[in-house]
Each structure stands twice: as structure tokens, then as C-alpha cells.
């Protein structure tokens, strides 16, 4: 038997390997973009694994093998669409040592985020009810630590109950909505407004007390 021969086979074998890690690569990559398809538009209380299955051209069992729970699904959609969205970035206003300046900026940036992924965001908030509990707790703490990182700025004196209640009354999501959706108004105008709540609040808290 020639030595060569072996070889050969080794080769196809991995040839053959490869190229089934790339199939099930590809077929977990389409899982992926239905379910983030179906999330931003019928949203995720109708987005049901069939109809996910369906749309990525699989079967019901193959969703499973891929994604054995919701939390292993959303968590995989969640990484996807935000890998596509360019995000609030705090470190880009966070120096800014002056409240106002800081809460102005942060909005804008906010509101960039919501008006550009407003679709998905609206069904996810919308349906957030079925969304597992780990992906509504990192929706929490991140509206919480906007919160806070506006808060640090003003004067001790002013961080009251009043305040931290304005700013994440500010930073939500369906503020936004109600405002530059449903009211139809500019993001810069909704950020005027929210500054002016926030700073009124940081006054009515240090006369309250």
C-alpha cells in the first residue's frame, strides 16, 4: 500500500470536516437573521420557533440544536442586529464635566440610536414581557447606568429622587417614541426638553429637601 494513500484520506477527511463546521456555520447564521427578521417586525411574542425555522429553511428540531433555549436565541439576535447598529457611545461625552453639556450630549447620542433602530427597538420593548429575564435585566441596568452617569454630573445636593426620576424618565425608550413618534417631534427638540425637565428637577430637589 503506498505510503501516499494515507495521506490522501486524511486530507479528505478534513477537507470533509471543514467543510461540515461551515454548513452548520451557515445554517446557525440563518437561524440567526429570521429571528432577527421576524423580532423587528411581527416582534418576538409572534416570532415563534416554527415560524424562525421556517424562514431560515430548516426544521423546528434544527433551531433547537443550535439554540437549546430563548435566552441562547435572543442572546444570539441581540449580538447580531448590535453588531449592525452603531451605539451609544458614553466615552465619547462622559468627560464632559458640566451637566448640562454631558446630559445634551448623551441624548443626542441616545436618540440617534432609537431613531435608527426604532423598529426593532419598539417590537423588543413592546414584547418585553416574553423576553428572557437575563436580556430585560441588561435593558434595565443599562437605562439605570445612563441614569447614574448623568446623575454624577450635577452637584451632590441636586442628585435627589426628582432628578434621578427625570433622567430615567429621559433616557427610556418610549420617551423618545412619544415624543419624536408619536408627536412627530425633532430628536434635538425631545433633547431640549429632557434637559429642561432634568435640570428643573435638579432644582425643585435642592429646595425640597
Known amino acids: 500500500m503506498s505510503r501516499a494513500e494515507p495521506q490522501q484520506q486524511r486530507a479528505r477527511r478534513g477537507y470533509r470536516m471543514g467543510r461540515r463546521a461551515e454548513q452548520v456555520g451557515d445554517t446557525r447564521q440563518r437561524i440567526v437573521e429570521a429571528a432577527v427578521t421576524l423580532h423587528g ?31 441562547a436565541l435572543f442572546t444570539a439576535c441581540s449580538a447580531h442586529w448590535r453588531a449592525g447598529q452603531q451605539l451609544p457611545d458614553p466615552t465619547a461625552w462622559v468627560s464632559l464635566p458640566d451637566a448640562a453639556d454631558r446630559l445634551r450630549a448623551g441624548l443626542n447620542d441616545l436618540y440617534r440610536f432609537y431613531r435608527d433602530g426604532q423598529t426593532m427597538l419598539f417590537c423588543i420593548n413592546r414584547d418585553l414581557a416574553v423576553v428572557p429575564q437575563a436580556i430585560r435585566d ?39 417614541h412619544s415624543l419624536c413618534i408619536e408627536q412627530q417631534l425633532d430628536n434635538s427638540i425631545a433633547v431640549e426638553l429632557m434637559c429642561c425637565l432634568a435640570l428643573g428637577a435638579a432644582e425643585v430637589g435642592r429646595t425640597s429637601r
Open 41 to 71: 417586525t411581527v416582534g418576538p411574542a409572534a416570532a415563534s420557533i416554527v415560524s424562525i425555522a421556517e424562514r431560515a429553511g430548516v426544521t423546528r428540531a434544527t433551531v433547537y440544536r443550535h439554540f437549546p433555549d430563548d435566552e
Open 138 to 176: 441588561d435593558l434595565t441596568a443599562r437605562d439605570r447606568s445612563l441614569r447614574d452617569l448623568f446623575a454624577s454630573a450635577f452637584p451632590e445636593p441636586k442628585r435627589s429622587s426628582a432628578l434621578l426620576g427625570a433622567l430615567a424618565h429621559a433616557v427610556s425608550f418610549w420617551t423618545w
